[in-house]
């Protein structure tokens, strides 16, 4: 098996993964709220009430993640409110120091996101992450969000992989719920996915957690020592 077959496709989530959350939250719990208490005269907090019981409704399906969606829902042009706070959109500490790492190492690397595809437009139009991925994909284009196993099904037929030779980093428990009942062993959370918050405590994690991506570099060389170490057992027992 060569050092290429070794190595996992390493799959990252985009928004409080490789991107600062914090972007999000100051769209969807700041700015969103403002615009929709003028659009629809009333009080900030009557707009926070009405806007959180629509959230909460709507929370972990493809809705929750669509643009024209709230649009059409609340009122106020969501995807051009984005647009014009693009300029807080950043990446988390350590991305473009452990794709770098990644791509001289030789690796694989997706980007399964549950953003729209107008959403993952305009990131990746404000963070230059293009050039180290292969794959890109939105939960739009597949039909399910990532934390319905159909996701992952859909995108194994589209794009196919071995769930035993992958990494997915998410900061979403659902999702790496999703993603381990499809059958994807090596699931690695966020500490902290957004910089405005405090720092999750890795024991109260679901999954093994990391903070600054660069972190993730150990963890695949483990991986790959794992899977050569399983390689020459088996080769032993069939000698």
Known sequence: MSDLENKPIVMFDMDGTLLDLAYDDLI?????????????????????TTLHS??????????????SF?????GVDTLALQYDYKKNIQPRPGCFELLEILKQQGYRCWIVTNADCAGLKLKLENVNLSPYFEVMVSSEEIGHAKEFIEFWQILQKIHPFDPKNVVLIDDTAKVLNGAALFGIESLITIRQPSSNKVAKNALELEYPAINDLTELVEILEQHSQIKQQSKKEMNVKTA
Do not use: I, M
């Open 54 to 67: 629509f959230y909460e409704k709507h929370k972990h399906t493809l809705s929750w993640y669509s643009s």
């Open 28 to 48: 969807w719990n700041h700015k969103l709220p403002e615009h929709h208490a003028a659009v629809h005269a009333c009080t900030l907090e009557q707009s926070h």
């Open 70 to 74: 709230w649009t059409s829902k609340v």
